[in-house]
């Protein structure tokens, strides 16, 4: 089967540039800039490379970015003083505290203090209450970023069964959510879900969010669905050769069953970074009652 290759890295670089535009917009109209705070604790090389581009990426877009680093000694107390802070900064409209933390430290007790208005991650539960009544709040920027393809890819998704593997709460839940506000009749699997293939086999749209490198066979698929791959997996370096990064689809033998697929670079990945841009863009307009610019 000819299948679609779904580009998020060229559908994100689109969406970073309209993210740009609003933020000019806001500058031009308002004098406003909108700020963006990342707190990163302690050294895991994964989340360094993360705040990285986030740093990077927020800069080019033209808001203020702020960057706070602090050793993995740092107390609970002490990250919540900081958030805090930043709660009450006015220059800062959105707060990002990179996952995970260090294990002294409760990563629920830090993103439910974050203002839900500056929850730009979508996480504390405020926001996930909005979410899961329909009302509009800030989405988690993965699952946000499959909706946006999906929504460019497919068109309309009402009545389409759709299923989700995983259900975590940063992925697979809310996933499952905006489907569900889609009018898709929505199936979360996991790892106690009995007959997984069959399962999977009866979703129009796939979702893999499991953390197992190339877990999703092609037999699992039915023909013509549609495959959004979240997964992100480096598999061990060979020799000298450092470990390529892998999704949770076998990509390979899936391909030629699905009309359409995310690769794994390239997908879902630089997605996530776009909409948190967005996400801080939307918080700025929210926070202050101005109207969104289109993005
Ligand atoms: P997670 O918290 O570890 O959740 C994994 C989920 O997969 C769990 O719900 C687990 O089920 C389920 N699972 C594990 N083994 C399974 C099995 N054998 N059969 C069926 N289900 C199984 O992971 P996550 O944070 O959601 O992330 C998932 C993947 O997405 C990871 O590779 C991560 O790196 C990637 N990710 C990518 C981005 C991005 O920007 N592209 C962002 C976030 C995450 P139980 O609940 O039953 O344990």
């Not at 409760?106 to 730009?120: F, L, T, Y």
């Not at 549609?226 to 020799?239: C, H, K, W």
């Not at 879902?268 to 863009?281: D, E, K, S, W, Y």
């Amino acid at each position: 089967m000819n299948y679609t290759l779904i580009d998020g890295k060229s559908f994100a670089e689109k969406l970073v540039m309209k993210v740009a535009n609003a933020v000019n917009v806001l500058n031009t109209k308002h004098h406003i800039k909108p700020g963006l705070a990342v707190v990163l604790v302690g050294q895991n090389p994964a989340s360094e490379v993360y705040v990285k581009n986030k740093v990077r990426q927020t800069k080019n877009s033209g808001m203020n970015s702020v960057e706070h680093r602090l050793p993995d000694t740092t107390s609970e107390s002490d990250l919540l003083s900081l958030v805090n802070k930043l709660n009450e900064d006015d220059e800062i409209d959105g707060i990002l505290v990179q996952l995970p933390l260090p294990d002294h430290i409760n990563e629920n007790s830090i993103i439910n203090a974050i203002k839900p208005s500056k929850d730009v991650d979508g996480f504390s539960i405020p926001n996930v209450g909005l979410l899961s009544t329909s009302v509009s709040g800030l989405i988690p920027c993965t699952p946000l970023g499959c909706l946006l393809l999906l929504k460019s890819y497919v068109g309309e998704l009402s009545g389409k069964s759709a299923v989700i593997i995983g259900r975590s709460n940063i992925v697979g839940k809310p996933m499952a959510q905006l489907l569900l506000n889609e009018n898709c009749t929505v199936t979360i699997a996991h790892s106690k879900t009995k007959n997984i293939e069959a399962v999977c086999k009866g979703a129009d749209i796939l979702v893999a969010a499991v953390g197992r490198p190339n877990f999703v066979k092609s037999e699992w698929v039915k023909k013509g669905a549609v495959v959004i791959d979240v997964g992100i997996n480096r598999l061990p370096p060979e020799g000298d050769i450092k470990g390529r990064l892998v999704g949770d689809v076998d990509f390979n033998s899936v391909s030629n069953v699905a009309s359409a697929i995310t690769p794994v670079p390239g997908g879902v990945g630089p997605m996530t970074i776009a909409c948190l841009l967005r996400n801080t863009v939307t918080a700025a307009c929210k926070r202050r009652n101005f109207n969104e610019p289109e993005m």
